[in-house]
């Protein structure tokens, strides 16, 4: 268990957490401040007034101190009760925890499990909530990251509408990395957690309800099974005069999501995802250009993280290590998938260079486990898109 | 809403959170690192030894991403199930809150409620028990913020030994900073959180819960009502070979934790506890030398906060507002002690100087308010404490 060569430049190159903005990263560093005090109520409504913008959403965004999973928990502990009957999607690991978060809570839960990396289809959705007409409350994934597979949430948005569900999508990997238009799309509850797009350390969980998903809330018989992540507590602390929190935030935390939600806001969400977008094109064109396929669903290109097949040739398991040896910390494969591929992270705070970065470090693995590869090839893949693009004009 | 004054030098004197030592401040805008990599493995491995020895424990500490509260209802949530008769104690805001946990998970609360400021009677406690004796789970609290009383929980646990029950105290606020021996006393579950006296941001909850209290959690029927908070899940990921967490951990604030608790094993916890009741004993004698009050049981006086009874004389609820145009965040009364009190905190990282900062602020806050009070008579109290005790010898 000995730590990095501390004689190694660290590159972290992982889907979550991110790395974090400088400007960022010293704000955490700053004094500690009282929770109740005006520093910290102007800052906190401040943050509460940006979230809903990267939503795109007139809800108020609830705040949590928690990891993304403690967000997904609220969900189910607001909406489910024991032996209700829900509908939980999954196409990979992520998805997988609504099913283990329901049955948790004693929820009546028919599992939609099509192979990891399949993409959900629309469709068998429509079909199952037309074979079960008491599901109130499907939940599914934006952005799985396990698979590298970004979900078409508008298409279930609108099965869900035409049955008279609540749709609950985890969009902790994906929001403000791909496009997710809450109210336009109708999508009632979003989660998101800190240490993704939002380019802050983990520890905060965001919630944002619809009015219809609150009174679905308010409606379910107690006992809640919610205290701590009881949602009309946070709202209507949030909602007061003077915005606050039912219970002592992660100050620390919510001072360092104040200065990124400043720097999405000046870059802009649509340059963002434009940003994103260029950056999983160009990590595509390195991967092709190695010869080397990406995971998953062939006719969705996901812009949150890139899961590159590894070559049966080689001992895939030892491309983490490898990389972590040159300084790169990367995500290999979870569960089913460990040793099968490398996940190339371009989520938050990436730029042409840390692409650049993978690949150049993933060719040098492959060639050491012997693998057929050219030094540069896959560089020069991306490389090429970025030429096409130009240098982005502000 | 307007911020603090920005050109008046800050001084955050609230019980929690508290201040926090540079050397953790730094650790904080560390970059964020990968959370199952081996340099944070050996950082939480570190952390998950540490521990324990500030809990006075051979359990094994459970570290959630949560507020104290959240700690709090990891509590209730792995040992209560609907309809399961508790016994709740409250003597102030803190304590009520397992009363208002226990009632959203649907347990059958027999609420032990003196009033605030009250220190909790073990002999009523064991009178309740022997009418209640299908009761099984008692909570309790340390240390009581909102009223600055510290609970007898040796006595409270001598009494839950004789009814064998399981006997859960709320340590958020005093763990660290005064006596509490959990395995001596045979205390089942200790929770606490990380932004008191252990020195860091809010944002970490913890649990120490003995082998019998994780039995019998295990042993409830499901659905357990926990998931993000089931003390399984999170003790087996713990006590793995390399130990980690179940959901992704608040890394910055598990690494600031890193660093203050070898500032707590450099100090030593015996000096800690001493350094406190200096603190304590210095307040109450600048207090004492004001003419005033310490507000609650007086045959308890705690090491944590002091309370100080403001003049009948005067609108105490003025008293905070005017520190802060001074540059001092300090603590108020809550709830029906709403400017009765104020809290002078010496919790965590808090010095000599701090006391006399404090006391130097309420007598020019009491002086402008128009009470009978003579500058520096307060400091002049403390100093006399301090000047008594000599410097401490390392």
């Not at 730590?3 to 957490?17: D, E, S, V």
């Not at 990396?117 to 599914?140: H, N, Q, S, T, Y």
């Amino acid at each position: 268990m000995a730590g990095a060569n501390p004689f190694i430049k660290q590159y972290l190159m992982t889907a979550g957490p991110t790395p974090v903005p400088p400007r960022v990263q010293a704000a955490l560093a700053e004094p500690v401040v009282y929770h109740r005090a005006p520093d910290f109520d102007a800052l906190f409504a401040r943050v509460l007034a940006r979230l809903p913008g990267v939503f795109q959403t007139g809800n108020d965004v609830i705040v949590l101190t928690s990891s993304g999973t403690g967000a997904m928990e609220s969900a189910v502990a607001n909406l489910v009760r024991p032996g209700q009957p829900i509908l939980a999607c999954a196409g990979g690991k992520f998805g997988e925890r609504w099913l283990e978060l329901g049955e948790a809570f004693g929820a009546d839960v028919l599992a939609h499990e099509p192979e990891w990396g399949a993409r959900i289809d629309p469709a068998d959705v429509d079909r199952l909530l037309a074979g079960r007409p008491e599901i109130e409350v499907v939940f599914a994934t934006l952005s799985e990251t396990s698979t590298g597979v970004v979900h078409d949430v508008r298409g279930l948005a609108e099965v869900a509408r035409g049955h008279e569900v609540l749709l609950v999508v985890d969009a902790i990997s994906g929001l403000g990395a791909t496009e997710l238009r809450q109210d336009e799309w109708g999508v009632d509850v979003v989660v998101a957690g800190s240490q993704k797009a939002l380019m802050c350390p983990p520890g905060l969980g965001f919630v944002s309800a619809s009015q219809r998903a609150l009174d679905f809330a308010a409606a379910r018989p107690a006992p809640r099974g919610a205290y701590y992540f009881d949602w009309a507590r946070a709202i209507a602390e949030q909602r007061k005069r003077v915005p606050a929190t039912p219970f002592t935030p992660a100050v620390s935390l919510v001072k360092a999501l104040d200065v990124a939600l400043e720097l999405i806001e000046e870059e802009g969400l649509d340059r963002i995802l434009a940003r994103h977008d260029l950056l999983a094109r160009a990590t595509r064109g390195g991967v092709r250009a190695l010869g080397l396929d990406v995971f998953g669903d062939p006719d969705e290109r996901s812009t949150v993280v890139t899961a590159v097949e590894l070559p049966d040739s080689i001992d895939g398991g030892q491309v983490p290590r490898l990389l972590r040896e040159r300084g790169i910390v990367a995500n290999g494969g979870q569960g089913q998938l460990q040793g099968r591929i490398l996940r190339i992270a371009h989520c938050g705070y990436f730029g042409a260079f840390d692409v650049v970065v993978s690949l150049a470090g993933l060719e040098l693995a492959l060639q050491e486990l012997g693998a057929d590869v050219e030094l540069g090839a896959g560089v020069a893949g991306a490389q090429q898109v970025f030429a096409e693009a130009g240098i982005p004009v502000a």
